[in-house]
């Protein structure tokens, strides 16, 4: 055995011996650091002449390359072990039942709001979101709402104080999820299917209203899309939320300066033990129609101030309080007590944190 082999079996014996990660490393410095017992063996082969070198060269570079090779290989074992030790001590049993019951419920809006994708998703739609702080331009400019247009003293809007920005950059909290129409044509361009579920403001209070409620808003932009489109997807969506097939909409002629044209839509409804239960024909005996979200073709001005070619693009659009959709499928009758954070009424109305809702497994599970 050479020299060479004679040291690399010392320096493996050492290396396959350690039994933690810092000696592995002395050992590692004490042969391939700056001043090891390899490295300096490396340097001699500069005062060699070229046939020594020949026949000692090969020797030392096969002698670093198995030390390194040890190295590596002890390495990864101790790693290896600390880690089986490391998980072993943090091993938890996820079949062992929870110590509590989980404590809590989710608030029927975010349920609505979860049933509402789940059911658009279907569909085909993504969700979108905007900023809850609005400029003046997305919330009314845009949506060809102009500064002296009656339509926003209607929307009794918060506000911010003005600045010395220009009035298109006032800010104010969005009084509709309309702006998210704005801003998913300018920020996605067509083609469009999304929902736009959150939080809107506006100055009122009874019980039918509060300063802040939820919305949703819908948009589906494409080529040649029409009001059919529109009434067959509310149809459908109103059909999957209130789990009956039972539903006959009226589509009444409205005005909103962003759709053109515009319907209300009404769902037939009748009483039932002081509940207002969804379904049948308004008209029928004992039944009436319930006005229910605002609706329409995506106005050509708005589809042009969003930078896109009205002429090539249609769409349609709606809005609905998520609130009231809770209140009719849930039953709850005051708007106010949604915002009122009582427990009581939270453990009463309020959803399991598990019961996901899912088409297959029963919208409102
Ligand atoms: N933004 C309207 C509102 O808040 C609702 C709406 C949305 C109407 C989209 C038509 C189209 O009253």
Redesign the pocket.
Known sequence: MSDYQAMQAELTGAIAAATDLDALEALRVAALGKAGSVTGLLKTLGSLTPEERQTVGPQIHALREGVTAALAERKAALEGAALEVKLAGERLDMTLPAAAAPRGSVHPVSQVMDELAEIFADMGFAVATGPEIEDDWHNFTALNIPETHPARAMHDTFYFPESSESAAQRMLLR????PV?IRTMMSEGPPIRIIAPGR?YRSDSDATHTPMFH?V?GLVIDRGIHMGHLKWTLETFLKAYFETDDIVLRLRPSY?P??EP?AEVDVGYKHEKGRRIVGGHGDDAGHSWMEL????MVNRRVIANCGLDPDVWQGF???VGVDRLAMLKYGMDDLRAFFDGDLRWLAHYGFGALSVPTLSGGISA
């Open positions: 009084t509709h999820t309309s129409q809107v919305q808003e909103f962003f759709t515009s979200l605002g609706s329409g659009a709606f809005g």
